[in-house]
């Protein structure tokens, strides 16, 4: 892949299995497993049930799981279960969590 390219996941997909992308990658579909890249994108239609591992993740769908990243992101649309591992936190308003948050990676 080249420099700022961008795996998408459309919302009529749906994988069992885990992902590996050495760049980004935006979700939009249901994910039932884990997610390993450089920046994780989850929009307002994505569903992810497994953990996040990556250097940035902008939350905006469904996540329950565990997320283990630098910087997270995590927007109004969001619904959020599981523990949170990272150095830079931010929440907006209106997000739905249910979280534990460990800072200082």
Avoid: F
Avoid at 31 to 54: D, M
Avoid at 77 to 105: C, P, R
Wanted: hydrophobic share 30%.
């Amino acid at each position: 892949m080249t420099d700022n390219t961008k795996t998408v996941l459309q919302k009529d997909l749906a994988i069992e299995g885990n992902i590996y992308e050495k760049e980004a990658i935006e979700i939009n579909s249901k994910i039932t497993g884990n997610i390993k890249a450089e920046t994780v994108e989850v929009e307002e239609e994505g569903l992810i049930k497994g953990n996040i591992n990556s250097n940035s993740s902008i939350l905006s769908g469904t996540v329950n799981g565990n997320v283990d990243c630098e910087k997270v992101h995590i927007t109004s649309t969001a619904k959020v279960e599981g523990n949170i591992k990272q150095k830079i936190l931010s929440i907006d308003e209106g997000a739905k969590l249910k979280i534990n948050t460990q800072t200082g990676k």
